[in-house]
C-alpha cells in the first residue's frame, strides 16, 4: 500500500521560508514523479511544483515560479517543497501526490497525502 505523508508546515510570517517534505513508502519511490498542490479554503486544489522520478525535469506554476523550489532525495524517498518569501495568499493546505509520469494536474495523480498546513500571516 502506497502511503505519502507530509511533514513540515506551520505558522510563518509573511516573508519568511519554510520547507515541507513528503515521505513515501509502500512502492519504489526512484521510479515515480512526485508532485506539491495546496488548496486553500473555498478554492479548488491548484498545482505548485512536480519533479520526474530522476529529478532532471521539473515544472512550476506561474505563481509560485521563482519563490517555491521542488526536489526530491531517491535515497531517502523524500520530495521537497523550498518556499520562500512566503505571503498571506499561500495560506493553504499542501499536498504531495506521486505519478508513473511529472504531471501539472490534480488528475494526473494517483496516490496523494493527507496534507499539512500552512498558514502566513501579515
Known amino acids: 500500500q502506497v502511503q505519502l505523508v507530509e511533514s513540515g508546515g506551520g505558522l510563518v510570517q509573511a516573508g519568511d521560508s519554510l520547507r515541507l517534505s513528503c515521505t513515501a513508502s509502500?512502492?519504489?519511490?526512484?521510479?515515480?514523479?512526485m508532485g506539491w498542490f495546496r488548496q486553500a479554503p473555498g478554492k479548488e486544489r491548484e498545482f505548485l511544483a512536480a519533479?520526474?522520478?530522476?529529478?532532471?525535469?521539473?515544472k512550476y506554476a506561474d505563481s509560485v515560479k521563482g519563490r517555491f523550489t521542488i526536489s526530491r532525495d531517491n535515497a531517502k524517498s523524500t520530495v521537497y517543497l523550498q518556499m520562500n518569501s512566503l505571503k498571506p495568499e499561500d495560506t493553504a493546505v499542501y499536498f504531495c501526490?506521486?505519478?508513473?509520469?511529472?504531471?501539472?494536474?490534480?488528475?494526473?495523480?494517483?496516490?496523494w497525502g493527507q496534507g499539512t498546513q500552512v498558514t502566513v500571516s501579515s
Open positions: 501526490a506521486s505519478d508513473e509520469f511529472i504531471g501539472v494536474t490534480e488528475s494526473s495523480y494517483d496516490y
Open positions: 519533479i520526474s522520478w530522476s529529478g532532471r525535469t521539473t
Open positions: 509502500g512502492r519504489t519511490f526512484s521510479l515515480y514523479a
